[in-house]
Antibody, heavy 118, light 107 residues
Framework: EVQLLESGGGLVQPGGSLRLSCAASGFTFSNSAMTWVRQAPGKGLEWVSGISGGGSGTFYADSVKGRFSISRDISKNTLHLQMNSLRAEDTAVYYC???????????WGQGTLVTVSS | DIQMTQSPSSVSASVGDRVTITCRASQGISGWLAWYQQKPGQAPKLLIYGASSLHSGVPSRFTGSGSGTDFTLTISSLQPEDFATYYCQQGDSFPLTFGGGTKVEIK
């Protein structure tokens, strides 16, 4: 059974940093492309970042480029999202998701809430 | 960036109704379009990928069609569990982008 479990969310001040993690199981993590998608309170879905299978390619939304960094730890089957210089508009539930076909996502975690506020 | 425009933003319908949601891309995306269903407090669920391929376990009343810039999600006979918000997403090029969502409400 595929499982994705996010952690690391919380309250952070503007300008601060957080590192989200997504523990993956039930599939071959090392070969799978993965993404992060966020959803601000009461709003729609926004793609944040993706990493290709094998980790050779990383991709970012314009809104987070230069501030966020996606990575994976194959030894721990864990996906990370390092978020720096956080802004109020980064407040959202962050989901990690496994890529299925051409960057569609077939399995999603339950999400972790990031709140950026002073 | 490719903009994805969904319409309508909301629709009121009754159980048994046929519901159609459209998604238009600002440029051609071939068939690289996915549809998701999201219920309050839950993660999105993949319904359709590749514009028209039904994901495993998804009821056959969900149908996706289209190519190029214009795509459609049809629910042939709305069931109580289908009341939710639906999103399209293009996978043609980065940055990936979602439509704004369509909320299907009970009439």
């Amino acid at each position: 059974e595929v499982q994705l479990l996010e952690s690391g969310g919380g309250l952070v001040q503007p300008g601060g940093s957080l590192r989200l993690s997504c523990a993956a199981s039930g599939f071959t993590f090392s070969n799978s492309a993965m993404t992060w998608v966020r959803q601000a309170p009461g709003k729609g879905l926004e793609w944040v970042s993706g990493i290709s299978g094998g980790g050779s390619g990383t991709f970012y939304a314009d809104s987070v480029k230069g501030r966020f960094s996606i990575s994976r730890d194959i030894s721990k089957n864990t996906l990370h999202l390092q978020m720096n210089s956080l802004r109020a508009e980064d407040t959202a539930v962050y989901y990690c998701a496994k890529v299925y076909s051409r960057w569609s996502s077939d399995y999603w975690g339950q999400g972790t809430l990031v709140t950026v506020s002073s | 960036d490719i903009q994805m425009t969904q319409s309508p933003s909301s629709v009121s319908a009754s159980v048994g109704d046929r519901v159609t949601i459209t998604c238009r891309a600002s440029q051609g995306i071939s068939g690289w379009l996915a549809w998701y269903q999201q219920k309050p407090g839950q993660a999105p669920k993949l319904l359709i990928y590749g514009a028209s391929s039904l994901h495993s376990g998804v009821p056959s009343r969900f149908t996706g069609s289209g190519s190029g810039t214009d795509f459609t999600l049809t629910i042939s006979s709305l069931q109580p569990e289908d009341f939710a918000t639906y999103y399209c997403q293009q996978g043609d090029s980065f940055p990936l982008t979602f439509g704004g969502g369509t909320k299907v409400e009970i009439k």
